[in-house]
């Protein structure tokens, strides 16, 4: 078991920027990859961001991509999403999940190969 607990999440302005993070415990979190997802109110849950276990792969949506960076801090078991020039559209509470994923790209982005997820933290960009 892996628990996963996220933090850094609050309200801004358009254009600000806040990082977040998701602390692991439990399991070993040894071989985990990491995904970022969110979920506005009324809309279905969708990738934000990812990473390998050892931070050689990442990958980004669209929608974020340039404006978002995913790290992690092996030694801390934290993974962090840096987001800046933030747009009302991120609004949505934004999970943590981790998986043991190979290295197929398109696993990265489905929320069905992440078995362990965090509560969520809520991010608010007002314009």
């Known amino acids: 078991q892996v628990q996963l607990v996220e933090s850094g999440g609050g309200s801004v302005q358009a254009g600000g920027s806040l990082r977040l993070s998701c602390a692991a415990s439990?399991?070993?979190?040894?071989?985990?990859?990491m995904g970022w997802f969110r979920q506005a109110p009324g809309k279905e849950r969708e990738f934000v961001a990812a990473?390998?276990?050892?931070?050689?792969?990442?990958y980004y949506a669209d929608s974020v991509k340039g404006r978002v960076t995913i790290s992690r801090d092996n030694a801390k078991t934290t993974v962090y999403l840096q987001m800046n020039s933030l747009k009302p559209e991120d609004t949505a509470v934004y999970h943590c999940?981790?998986?043991?994923?190979?290295?197929?790209?398109?696993?990265?982005?489905?929320?069905?190969?992440?078995?362990?997820w965090g509560q969520g933290t809520q991010v608010t960009v007002s314009s």
């Open positions: 439990g399991r070993t979190f040894s071989g985990y990859a």
């Open positions: 999940a981790a998986g043991l994923l190979g290295p197929t790209r398109a696993d990265y982005f489905s929320d069905h190969r992440y078995r362990y």
């Open positions: 990473i390998s276990w050892g931070g050689s792969m990442r």
